[in-house]
């Protein structure tokens, strides 16, 4: 059996308040053993198992960090919308309308493509510290295209997420009630095989909050959990659904009322916050000190997409919620960590600890507050998942 110690880490972020009272878990002068890919001792490096430890990792006094968890993102599709987003930064506004020309070119590629496009992306993304990533379909429409988008998502990987009910497709723009049946019946049996989680974009140029209930019921009764695109464009219902239905995460919430956030306070449901949309849809920002204020749990994920937030950095979401929604280093890490994890129901992912994978990033400086520090610089050294080096 083959161990690796990972020894000499300046500062070692576990997620596990034990260590030091608080959520980051911090350890000083730390390090851990990787048995079979995952976590069996952590603590000091001057406590560290030697005995039988085939690898050595020398982390040279780095700071070390849980691998991101991202928890929304759409990575299947073909083409992009550069020149929407040229549009947008001359003055037009962000709306669900561009989604179609994503599903028209999506529509014709073949899964060959689908693949190895959305292979970049996850490639990008580990190389910028994500270890876990989920993904939606959401630009096929069709009961074949949506089931062909998740059989090519399965393959990268296990987080993934039925969108049928992203927008009603052309198609069905005289009829909006007949798609929303066709998602709850034939299109939902295609996809619940190769899908973990329902979600709906609920929201202006989309689906109602009746509409929402409806179809996240019908993914519930075949199975799947439920998560929403919730209050992106405008305020509405889609976090009272969300709570309703005990959602994991209501995502977006962009538009927050007191209702929705004492609704949120009082759940179990996270609230999963995109500040990269926001800044590539030139929008306002999450009240993120409003949700944290009535101790709502937190996420940050990429929302990687064509249309509205074309990024798999997580270190530019972490510097953007610190800088712009007054996020603190240590809330920003901990919410692309442990709050990615929560938001996707993972206890195996999202921190350092006895079990858990050994999903972690070296980074090339002292600490993680250097994330947001020096925002747009390469700061991943290293990247390992499994006990494996990805980077
Ligand atoms: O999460 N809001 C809905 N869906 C995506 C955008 C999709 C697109 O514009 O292609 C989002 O931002
Ligand atoms: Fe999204």
């Not at 709570?243 to 999963?272: C, F, N, P, Q, R």
Request: proline share 4%; with cysteine.
């Amino acid at each position: 059996m083959s161990r690796t110690l990972v020894g000499n880490i300046g500062l070692l972020v576990t997620n596990d308040s034990s260590f030091d009272g608080t959520p980051l878990g911090l350890v000083t002068n730390a390090a851990f053993l990787i048995e079979r890919g995952t976590i069996s001792w952590i603590g000091e490096m001057d406590s560290a198992p030697r005995a039988e430890v085939a690898n050595y990792i020398d982390a040279h006094g780095r700071c070390i960090i849980p691998g991101f968890v991202d928890s929304h993102a759409h990575l299947i599709f073909a083409g992009d919308r550069s020149e929407e987003f040229r549009a947008r930064m001359q003055g037009e506004r962000y709306s669900s309308g561009g989604i179609d020309s994503t599903v028209q070119l999506t529509r014709q590629a073949d899964n060959g493509h689908l693949l190895q496009s959305g292979r970049r992306l996850v490639a990008e993304a580990n190389a910028s510290g994500t270890t876990t990533i989920e993904c939606k379909s959401g630009y096929g429409l069709t009961v074949e295209d949506e089931a062909r988008q998740l059989v090519v998502a399965r393959q990268l990987t296990e987080e993934t997420t039925f969108l049928g009910a992203h927008v009603v497709p052309k198609e069905y723009a005289d009829s909006p009630d007949d798609y929303v049946d066709l998602v709850c019946g034939p299109m939902l049996d295609a996809a619940k095989p190769h899908a973990k989680w329902i979600d709906v974009f609920c929201d202006k140029g989309a689906f109602t909050g009746d509409q929402a209930r409806k179809i996240l019921k019908a993914g519930m009764a075949k199975g799947l959990l439920p998560r929403i695109h919730a209050n992106q464009l405008e305020p509405g219902e889609g976090v009272q659904v969300g709570v309703e239905l005990g959602a994991a995460s209501v995502d977006h919430v962009t538009y927050l009322s007191d209702a929705d956030i004492d609704l949120l306070s009082g759940s179990k449901t996270l609230a999963t916050l995109l500040p990269a949309a926001e800044f590539s849809t030139r929008s306002v920002y999450s009240d993120a000190r409003r949700l944290f204020e009535a101790g709502v749990k937190v996420a940050l994920a990429s929302d990687c997409n064509p249309g509205s937030s074309y990024t798999t950095n997580i270190p530019f979401v972490i510097a953007l919620a610190v800088r712009e929604l007054h996020f603190s280093p240590e809330q920003a890490i901990w919410s692309a960590t442990k709050g990615g994890a929560m938001a996707l129901r993972r206890k195996d992912v999202g921190h350092l600890g006895l079990s858990a994978q050994a999903n972690f990033s070296i980074l090339s400086t002292p600490s993680y507050i250097h994330l947001a520090y020096r925002p747009g610089v390469p700061l991943i050294d290293e990247v390992w998942r499994n006990g494996t080096r990805i980077k």
